[in-house]
């Protein structure tokens, strides 16, 4: 499982290193479908993430206003430090952690580690096929999706 987080981070970074080449009104403009902007919809991958890994480990979930940080450095920023902490979360995983149940502050029905972290790996990749979209819309080559050739193994 920690290969395919590892696959979504690279992913996100390359996002990042995209949006470089996109004036912030773009990655700032509402769009149709996905989490509603380019830099918010990197934005949410990372808090989403985040708050489900602390969620399993029955830490409070981090309040942050999007608001106060628009700009791509800033969510680069957050997003980095989501990552160290779910990696640290991450290499104590064990396959015993599979079936224990956990219910977020923010939920009303429980569900299992397993399938929370299940859950975090496709809620990236599913957000990646939307900022793909919006590339092309841009008349530009979206970041590859594939996981073959990344050397994560």
Known sequence: MIKMFQYNWMV???WFTWCEQVSTEELLRTRIGGAGSILYTLYHIADVECSWI?????????PENYASCRTLEQ????SADRINETKKFLHTW???FDTEIVTASWMKDPFTKGEIL???IAHGIHHTGQLSIWARELGLQPVSANFIGRGLF
């Open 12 to 14: 996100r970074e390359e």
């Open 54 to 62: 602390r969620s399993i480990q029955g830490m409070p979930d981090i």
């Open 75 to 78: 969510v680069r920023a957050i």
């Open 94 to 96: 064990s396959d015993a």
């Open 118 to 120: 299940r859950h975090v």
